[in-house]
Every structure is written in C-alpha cells, then in structure tokens.
C-alpha cells in the first residue's frame, strides 16, 4: 500500500463546474496535509496547507481533512481552463528533525471550455 | 514565502561526468531537500539537510551525494553520472517553523 493514494486522472470536468480531487493516506500519525498544483514541466506549487479536521477555505479552493478516515480532498469551484495541471497530494509524516513530505502521484485533472 | 533558486533549468552531460546541480535560498531555514520526478514514479527523495554540514540520505541516494557547507546552499552531485539519471530534479526548503516545502524552478537533466 502507498504511504499517499490519489487516482491517477485524468479528470475531466466542465469549465465552470466543481472539480473535486482525493487522496488517502496510511500514517495515522500523519500531522499536516498540502496540495501543490503542478503545469507540465514545471515544479510544483503550494496552494493549500491544512492541520486539522473540517474544511479550509481559500478563494475558489477548499481542503477537506478527515483523519478518523484519513482522507484528504481539494475541491475546486468555478473551474477554469487555467486549473488544469496534476495536483499532488503531500503529507508530513511530523518526525525526525527535518519534517520529510510524503508526495501522492498526483491527479492530472482537465478543464474542459 | 522563500525563493528558491536553482543553477540551470537545463542541462545535458554526458555519461561519467561529474554534475553538480546547485541550490539558492534567499531566507534562513534550516532544511533543504533534493528530489528527482520522473513519469509515474512521482517525487522521489533524494537527500536532505536540516543544517549546515548535516545530511541525511532520502528513499534513493545510491549514485548521489550532497554538501552544505553554507545554510543558503545546498549541492548535489552526481560523481559519475549515468543515463539513469536523467530527470527532473527538485529543490525544496522548508523552515521558518513551518511545514510547508517551498520548491524551486527545478534542473531538466539529460544523461547521454
């Protein structure tokens, strides 16, 4: 089993609609969870950080955390053609001196006019 | 949020060469990390270090080593680079008491 699961992709959804990523994790201990948004070729982007259950709301952008699940969502409202990129999951696993990240294989997700 | 600077965005070597692939941030935080990403295998990491002159070794540092003589600064080097090798490699930082990893432009690596 990965340390982080997210589907592959690629999901396509309509310009406008909501598009909603997923990701799953194995560490119970697992203390912070981000998503990064990565355009082909280029390196990945920090667009949400968050710590503790519920949601977590930045402009079009929600994080969803629920640890007893151990789930983590990204939901993206009024998509644009602009969003599309691979999204990656990432998740501290909170140990050891330098907090070392846990990356997913990212979602490659589709914005369709 | 930190900048994160990286010496070549491109680069082509041959096998046996020694590269040396550099990377600059422009705060104070402790830690800095190299992965590699390549097709399907994700983000892979390489090395780390959480201060001046300390290192720890990542998930695949076999063929890798690094140097962190400057707490701006963090190498890596391939002693004998190999087509194997070729990939996307990714700095990142993290400190300032936060969790967040910061990355750089990233270095395109051909190996021929």
């Known amino acids: 089993q990965k340390e982080v699961e997210q589907n592959s992709g690629p999901l396509s959804v309509p310009e406008g609609a909501i598009a909603s990523l997923n990701c799953t994790y194995s560490d119970r201990g697992s203390q912070s969870f981000f998503w990064y948004r990565q355009y082909s070729g280029k390196s990945p982007e920090l667009i949400m950080s968050?710590?503790?259950?519920g949601d977590k709301e930045d402009g079009r952008f929600t994080a969803q955390l629920n640890k007893a699940s151990q789930y983590v969502s990204l939901l993206i409202r009024d998509s644009q053609p602009s969003d599309s990129a691979t999204y990656l999951c990432a998740v501290n696993r909170g140990y050891s001196s330098a907090s070392k990240i846990i990356f997913g294989s990212g979602t490659r997700l589709s914005i369709r006019p | 949020d930190v900048k994160v600077t990286q010496s070549s965005r491109y680069l082509v070597k041959r096998t046996g060469e020694k590269v040396f692939l550099e990377c600059v941030q422009d705060?104070?935080?402790?830690?800095m990390f190299w992965y590699r990403q390549d097709p399907g295998l994700g983000l892979r990491l390489i090395y780390f270090?959480?201060?001046?002159?300390?290192?720890e070794k990542g998930d695949i540092p076999e063929g890798y080593s690094v140097s962190r003589e400057k707490k701006e600064r963090f190498s890596l080097i391939l002693e004998s680079a190999s087509t194997n090798q070729t990939s996307m490699y990714l700095c990142a930082v993290q400190g300032g008491g936060q969790y967040e990893q910061y990355f750089g432009p990233g270095t395109r690596l051909t190996v021929t």
């Open positions: 968050i710590y503790s259950n």
């Open positions: 270090s959480y201060d001046v002159k300390m290192k």
């Open positions: 705060m104070d935080h402790e830690n």
